[in-house]
């Protein structure tokens, strides 16, 4: 990530320029520490980013989910709760028919990023 080698950079440059003014050996074992220091850093930065882009896309996922469903005018979406969680979609709530829970399992499954459809539906005339 550009974020994360800028990161680096700019830490073993701040600490560089502290250094200056020290021995020659002792910058440099200094300035090894200082680098294991901001690859750690950014490690830590990397694995932080990765949870929120799976949280993000899991949003994202949920959000053109319950688009979809309002805009199909042969679905009442109104009682189904989405939840997404790695790309896998939880449905819960009430339906009028299987019909119904079958097609609105369909169109979930269509939407970009869905791994997978947990239906939990229930029919309730």
Not at 48 to 55: F, I, L, R
Not at 83 to 106: F, P
């Amino acid at each position: 990530m550009k974020s994360t080698t800028l990161s680096k950079a700019m830490m073993v440059a701040v600490l560089g320029s502290v250094l200056v003014g020290g021995s020659v050996f002792a910058q440099e074992t200094i300035m090894d520490k200082a680098k294991a220091t901001a690859d750690e850093a950014g490690t830590k930065i990397d694995s932080s980013m990765k949870k929120v882009d799976n949280y993000m896309d899991d949003s994202g996922i949920t959000a053109k989910i319950k688009t979809k469903l309002l805009e199909a005018k042969d679905i009442k979406s109104t009682g189904v709760s989405v939840k997404t969680t790695d790309g896998v979609v939880y449905l819960t709530g009430h339906v009028a028919s299987q019909a119904e829970s079958e097609h609105i399992v369909k169109v979930v499954g269509a939407v970009e990023g869905v791994k997978s459809v947990k239906n939990d539906l229930v029919v309730k005339p």
